[in-house]
């Protein structure tokens, strides 16, 4: 049997790769002791590319065609062997067929959540994931890199490699570029474009092209998702107060509607329903100033503008240096718990107070008159 196999793989004058799977990336064409006939006609389809091995070194590479394989079209492998006047005779070289195709829906992912600092919540947890796609851009570069002299090469050969290229860029670029969480999914494609650009020289490097380069989801963990939730129900609601009068006088019209039961019962509703109706004419009502704030009776604690900013809230003894220097004066705005808004501090009574106690400028004509200081 050995014998035979020998005979015809001496006569086989045909190299070709029928590709029937769709994640190989090289294929090593097997002949009997690597001998290929003299002539023999290589078939190379689309999509691939079939790298000649002399000895270990890298002969010749042929693109997609229909070649005869002669001195002429294999002038590397014609020098490596020394043939200065042709051949006739089986020569011996490993053919390998890589393909060229692209390599789509490949999947990436952060196996450990990417710790960031946000503007708006602090630091925080995100999980990323994609896809991407690649294709051999130097068949030759990439046999002698990665490939090397396996019989069957795929796909999943490599991807864990180029899966950490990714992680590594992205968790750089996502940190670097501090978008706002918020914001992140209205920057999916500009950041897909940017991690693509520099993850290319390292696939480059070992005979790929990453053709395509996509994030499909920036996420948060679990437990924050439910608390951004919340904040974004209490946003949707709006107006608290009016809401929860809402409430109660639907809760009014369930209990005045309800069946009727047993004179207890009724009575309990009826109770019910006063209490509903007492704590919703309170809530109607303008809300009472707030208790002050801990310290002294009648200690001042505003918010003040100053350059555009609020600061606050400051105790007498901080406003009262701030009155002393003019920063304070009748026109600042301040605000204070139970103020509808913004007022200007002539009309807060606590800041008012404060400005009372300082005495107006002296008048332009008064310095003349004033006697000299003690002790010139």
Known sequence: M?????????????????????????????????????????TVREGQAAVFIEEGALADVFGPGRHVLTTQNLPILSTLRGWKYGFESPFKAEVY??????????????????????????????????????????????????????????????????????????TDTIGESRIPILDLAANYNELGRFVRDQIAPHYAALGLELTAFLVENISL???????LDKRSSMGIIGDLRAFTQYQTGQAIGDAATAPGGSGMAQGMGLGAGFAMAQQMAQAMQPSAAPPPLPGAPGAAALWVALDGRQDGPLDEHALRSLVSTGRLTAQTLVWRQGLAGWLPAAQVPEAQRLLAQVPPPLPDDASGGAPPPSGS
């Open 2 to 42: 050995s014998i035979w196999k020998k005979l015809r793989g001496e006569l086989i004058d045909i190299v070709e790769w029928l590709d029937d799977s769709r994640d190989t990336l090289v294929y090593r064409f097997q002949r009997h002791n690597n001998e290929i006939k003299y002539g023999a006609q290589l």
């Open 97 to 170: 067929f890589v393909s060229t195709r692209q390599f789509t829906d490949l999947k990436w992912g952060t196996m450990n959540p990417v710790m960031l600092r946000d503007a708006e919540f602090g630091p925080v947890r995100l999980r990323a994931f994609g896809t991407y796609a690649i294709r051999v851009s130097d068949p030759g570069k990439f046999v002698r890199e990665i490939s090397g002299t396996t019989g069957r090469f795929t796909a999943d050969g490599i991807t864990d490699q180029l899966r950490n290229f990714i992680i590594s860029e992205f």
């Open 221 to 227: 963990p679990p437990e924050v998702e439910k608390a």
